[in-house]
C-alpha cells in the first residue's frame, strides 16, 4: 500500500524531447513537492502545491512546469529537455500540523524517484 | 551562505561506536527540524524530527537542538554496518502566507565498518 507513488521509475530519452512524471499520494495531505536530487546528492526544492495551488515556485527553468489536477496528485512535465536536466526527482508529500503549541512542522514523505537520463 | 549546512564526509566509525552527525542552519525562524536516511538509490526516509531544545531520544538515535546557536546533531549509539547511509538534516523554513518548506542539506555519507 505505497503511500508516494510516482511513474515512471526510470526515464531515459533524448535531448529536445518532452516528457511527464507523475504522481501521486494516498495518506491525505493537502502539500504536494517536487524535488530535484542532482549527482551530489544535493536534495533542492523545485515546486510545492498546498491543495492544487502554487506556493512555491524555486528558481526553475520555465521548461519544467508543475500541474496538480486534486491535492493527491502532482505532475511534473519537462519540455525540451537537456543534459543538465539529468538527476533524480522525488515527489513528497506533507501535512502541516502543530505540536504542543511549538509551532507548525510538517515532515514529507517521499516517493521512490524518477531517475531521468538525458541523452 | 548555504541555507543548511553539512560535512559530506565520508564519516568513518567502527561498528558498535557512537556516530556523530552535525547540521547548522541560517534562517532563525526555522522551528521544526529533521534527520532523513537515504540508502543508495533509495528515497529519503525519516528517523527523527525535533522541535524542542535538548534533546529527543528514540531507540539508538538521539537528536540534539540548540537553536541560539542554530545547530542540529543526531547522535547513533551502537553503530550498524546496516546504518551506512547518507543522513541528510532538513529544516522548516517559514515564509509568506504562513506556509513552510522543508530544505535540506547536502547531507553527510556515514560507513561503519565491521
Known amino acids: 500500500d505505497t503511500a508516494v507513488s510516482q511513474t515512471p521509475k526510470y526515464l531515459v530519452t533524448q535531448m529536445g524531447n518532452d516528457k511527464s512524471i507523475k504522481c501521486e499520494q494516498n495518506?491525505?495531505?493537502?502539500?504536494m513537492y517536487w524535488y530535484k536530487q542532482d549527482s551530489k546528492k544535493f536534495l533542492k526544492i523545485m515546486f510545492s502545491y498546498n491543495n492544487k495551488e502554487l506556493i512555491i515556485n524555486e528558481t526553475v527553468p520555465n521548461r519544467f512546469s508543475p500541474k496538480s489536477p486534486d491535492k493527491a496528485h502532482l505532475n511534473l512535465h519537462i519540455n525540451s529537455l537537456e543534459l543538465g536536466d539529468s538527476a533524480v526527482y522525488f515527489c513528497?508529500?506533507?501535512?502541516?500540523?502543530?505540536?504542543?503549541?511549538?509551532?507548525?512542522?510538517?515532515?514529507?514523505?517521499f516517493g521512490q524517484g524518477t531517475r531521468l537520463t538525458v541523452v | 551562505q548555504k541555507e543548511v549546512e553539512q560535512n559530506s564526509g565520508p564519516l568513518s566509525v567502527p561498528e558498535g561506536a557512537i556516530a556523530s552527525l552535525n547540521c547548522t542552519y541560517s534562517?532563525?525562524?526555522?522551528?521544526?527540524f529533521f534527520w532523513y536516511r537515504q540508502y543508495s538509490g533509495k528515497s529519503p526516509e525519516l528517523i527523527m524530527f525535533?522541535?524542542?531544545?535538548g534533546d529527543k531520544e528514540d531507540g539508538r538515535f538521539t537528536a540534539q537542538l540548540n537553536k541560539a546557536s542554530q545547530y542540529v546533531s543526531l547522535l547513533i549509539r551502537d553503530s550498524q554496518p546496516s546504518d551506512s547511509a547518507t543522513y541528510l538534516c532538513?529544516?522548516?523554513?517559514?515564509?509568506?502566507?504562513?506556509?513552510?518548506?522543508?530544505?535540506f542539506g547536502a547531507g553527510t555519507r556515514l560507513a561503519v565498518h565491521p
Open positions: 525535533i522541535y524542542s531544545n
Open positions: 495518506l491525505g495531505h493537502d502539500t
Open positions: 513528497a508529500s506533507s501535512q502541516m500540523r502543530g505540536l504542543d503549541g511549538a509551532g507548525p512542522y510538517a515532515e514529507a514523505f
Open positions: 532538513a529544516v522548516n523554513s517559514p515564509f509568506s502566507g504562513g506556509y513552510n518548506k522543508l530544505i
Open positions: 534562517d532563525r525562524g526555522s522551528q521544526s
